[in-house]
């Protein structure tokens, strides 16, 4: 889950909610949201190998 900042940067979250906080979890603050993108698949990728 991919939000743009005040700042024009881009903030990739974890899709489900952090159970200890109630919030999601930041993974990763980028320039570009392409970059974002990538990080994203990356991130989909490492969690099922």
Partial sequence: ???KLKSGE???YSRKKD???GKRRNLGTFKTREAAE???RA???F???
């Fill in 10 to 12: 881009y903030r990739l």
């Fill in 38 to 40: 990538r990080h994203e």
């Fill in 1 to 3: 889950m991919i939000r």
């Fill in 47 to 49: 969690k099922r190998h």
């Fill in 43 to 45: 991130v989909q990728f």
């Fill in 19 to 21: 159970p200890r906080t």
